[in-house]
């Protein structure tokens, strides 16, 4: 009989566990003794499928130390354990029942597993969350700045200056960590023969968005959120929207298209092709971006520089 195991409340103290079918449940902390305690127990279950839910980086601990044990384990997103739970009229919520839920939803749904980051891709990604996390006070400091006086000003002054200078010490160690990773170094190579795709582009794709290479066309603009979706219902035709997907690869896609406008070839004949056919600018932007990530996609999966002909 196959089991199947939920992990939730997934923080700094602890872990719920629950197993299916035989519906135990139980709590360990979540660190190195309690994970050491976990994963032998895990092993003598032999569980076909175990799902976590992505925390804000508290699973992290968790789904490497349980992989490496050799579990089949996988990380869904929050969304899709509320959508199940709504679907099967599960309304109480607590820490227990959490666990139990995704347990079951490992049983009906059976997520895909997928390979977890490595460490050098863990480092990429915690250095790029801490760049954005810079960018984004040195924005509400200059923003503040225009209408401070005296002391205030001053004192803004010198953390704005202080920022600069961890924003160029962070820059400084994502390209070392690419620099020492000849792995990441031929990928950075292909990704930046592209015009249009500069350093920021070319790191978040490779810590984000790991699947780049490995998937269809089809399957990697889903999963990055580019694909229009489908919204019909009886006679009703909706219009196609793009939703979900990862947003912080999106951001730089769009970036990365909006250069490429300018400077890129196959971009701008696409782009002017659509607006010219009547298109509007979201339309055809989008578009854009999802033949530039299509042709990224290409290049890492043959291993082939930028080619204008072939793209």
Not at 75 to 86: I, L
Not at 92 to 113: G, H, M, N, Q
Not at 187 to 209: I, N, Y
Request: hydrophobic share 45%; charged share 25%; aromatic share 6%.
């Amino acid at each position: 009989m196959d089991h199947f195991v939920g992990i939730d409340d997934v923080a700094k103290a602890t872990l719920d566990i629950a197993s299916l079918p035989d519906g135990e449940s139980w709590t360990v902390t979540n660190d190195e003794p309690g994970l050491a305690e976990l994963a032998p127990r895990l092993l003598a279950l032999a569980p076909a499928l175990i799902v976590l839910e992505a925390t804000g980086g508290f699973e992290f601990l968790a789904a490497i130390t349980l992989a490496k044990a050799g579990l089949p384990i996988t990380v869904v997103n929050p969304r899709q354990a509320r959508d199940f739970a709504k679907a099967m009229g599960r309304l109480a919520k607590t820490d227990a029942l959490d666990a139990s839920l995704l347990a079951d939803f490992a049983r009906r749904v059976r997520p895909e597993i997928r390979a977890l980051p490595d460490e050098a891709s863990q480092l990429l990604e915690s250095l790029l969350t801490r760049r954005r996390q810079i960018i984004e006070m040195l924005t509400a400091e200059k923003n503040r700045l225009g209408f401070a006086r005296g002391s205030v000003k001053r004192d803004l002054s010198q953390h704005i200056r202080w920022l600069e200078k961890r924003l160029a010490d962070v820059d400084g160690d994502l390209q070392d960590a690419v620099a020492t990773s000849p792995f990441y170094q031929a990928k950075a190579d292909l990704l930046r023969s592209v015009p249009g795709v500069g350093q920021v582009t070319t790191l978040t794709l490779l810590a984000s968005l790991p699947e780049l290479g490995h998937l269809s066309r089809h399957q990697i603009a889903a999963l990055v959120g580019v694909a229009p979706l489908n919204r019909d219902s009886g006679a009703i035709r909706g219009k196609r929207m793009v939703w979900g997907g990862r947003a912080p690869v999106r951001a730089v896609l769009y970036m990365a298209t909006l250069v490429g406008l300018k400077h890129n070839p196959v971009l701008r004949v696409f782009y002017e092709r659509l607006r010219a056919a009547g298109k509007p600018f979201k339309v055809a932007a989008t578009a854009c971006m999802r033949k530039l990530l299509t042709i990224l996609n290409a290049m890492l999966k043959h291993n082939r520089p930028w080619n204008p002909e072939h793209a």
